[in-house]
């Protein structure tokens, strides 16, 4: 029987692919910190003006801003990589061709911006 080979701890610092899988994966800390943060704000705004006031000032903190930019950073890579594992997750045929990768991913942001432009227009107008 063989032995089953022994790989580092480093096995991702290899190749540049490995590395970013390794950092979409880590986006996901930030992301799901941002989700906490979020639902506390819910729940403020929730629970009345004077709690939401106070959460107000702990939102203006430059660590905060800090992490919200590093959050939404992370969110634009997650949401890049996503878009570009489309074709391989979704094989379209169009009669006996394949449609072209780029078609793809480009529906994939154009629904993207559509629905952004929808809750935007929902929410801020």
Known sequence: MPYPRQRSNTWYLRRWPYRLFMLREFSSVF????????????LKVHN?????????????????????VVAL????????????AVPSA??????????EPRIL??????????TSAVLLAIFVV
Request: aromatic share 16%.
């Open 31 to 42: 992301l799901a910190g941002y989700t906490v943060v979020l639902l506390i704000l819910v």
């Open 48 to 68: 009345g003006a004077a709690s939401f006031a106070d959460f107000r000032e702990t939102l203006r903190s430059p660590w905060l801003i800090g992490f919200n």
């Open 73 to 84: 950073l992370f969110a634009l890579f997650h949401t890049a990589t996503w878009f570009l």
């Open 90 to 99: 979704l094989q379209l045929r169009i009669g006996e061709e394949k449609v």
């Open 105 to 114: 991913i480009g529906a994939a942001y154009g629904v993207m911006l559509f």
